[in-house]
């Protein structure tokens, strides 16, 4: 991430609109300077992407890249809220990239129709240009999420998974630069024979509140992280639970016989 000595200033218009964020305790000019500076790369621009990418986006985020192979339908309506009724059929990432300039003109966002694989993920990331300051995992299933965190270890790139499914999310922070732990040591192998494996927005359902908070929860990290470069959720599973209204964190530690990021 570039340091903020390296950036000029914030314009007036970007002083204007961003005034309430740099009045917090905490969180100053520097901040926002590393969160102008700073690029994301987003993997899902659905139920997840949608609210975690515009808080991002109103916060001052300066580039975000959204990853997508999807199009958007009725059904996604509900919960993915950067899309309206005469979106249906159109691509889930350029749709929401386009959504993101207008929301926030000061920003740069853009979109990629594909699906992110270990055998494109240096082109789709651009890594020519440099890597990516955080990777946000806004997908809805194992077998992707697995192919994530390989990417992220591999290119010691920080990771930030969310997850929602009914009532109920996870949230966590890899760090594999620290060598602190990736998804691989929380969840372990994809094991397509568990339930649990199987279970998608479309086959299981998931209220439209679960993923607006979780993709806030995203954010809200990924802001400190990339602001004040403060991990909130180092070695810890953060777990929502709408039903009761709950939040719990569990602990985790790297598995030092994990074939992903202990080799």
């Known amino acids: ?43 899902g621009a659905g139920g997840l992407g949608c609210p975690a990418s515009e ?4 916060a001052g985020l300066g580039q975000v890249h959204l990853i997508d192979d999807d199009v958007i339908e009725a059904s996604n309506l509900q919960r993915q809220t950067l899309f309206l009724p005469d979106d249906i059929g159109k691509p889930k990432a350029l749709t929401a990239a386009h959504m993101l300039e207008q929301i926030n003109p000061l920003i740069s966002a853009r979109g990629t ?14 890594m020519a240009s440099g890597k990516p300051d955080l990777l946000l995992d806004c997908t809805d299933n194992f077998a992707t999420r697995d192919v994530i965190n390989r990417i992220s270890v591999r290119y010691q790139i920080p990771l930030l998974s969310a997850s929602a499914i009914a009532m109920q999310g996870q949230l966590a922070l890899f ?15 994809l094991n397509a024979d568990t339930e649990f494996d199987e ?7 998931v209220l439209a509140s679960t993923t607006a908070i979780m993709g806030s929860l995203q954010a809200n990290a990924a802001l400190q992280y990339l602001g004040l470069t403060k991990n909130p959720l180092t070695n810890k599973l953060l777990i929502w639970d ?8 569990m602990g985790y530690r790297q598995d030092k016989q994990c074939p992903i990021c202990a080799i």
């Open 199 to 205: 279970r998608t927005c479309a086959n299981s359902g």
């Open 1 to 43: 991430m570039t340091h903020p000595a390296e950036i000029e200033v914030l314009t007036d218009e970007e002083l204007l609109r961003y005034a309430r964020q740099v009045l917090l305790d905490g969180w100053d000019l520097d901040a926002q300077l590393r969160l102008k500076s700073a690029r994301v790369v987003m993997i």
């Open 113 to 126: 129709v594909a699906r992110l694989s270990q055998d494109n993920a240096y082109e789709l990331l651009d």
């Open 242 to 249: 709408g039903s009761l209204m709950q939040q719990r964190i």
């Open 55 to 58: 808080t991002l986006v109103r």
């Open 175 to 189: 760090e594999p630069q620290l060598n602190t732990g990736c998804y691989y040591c929380v969840f372990g192998a």
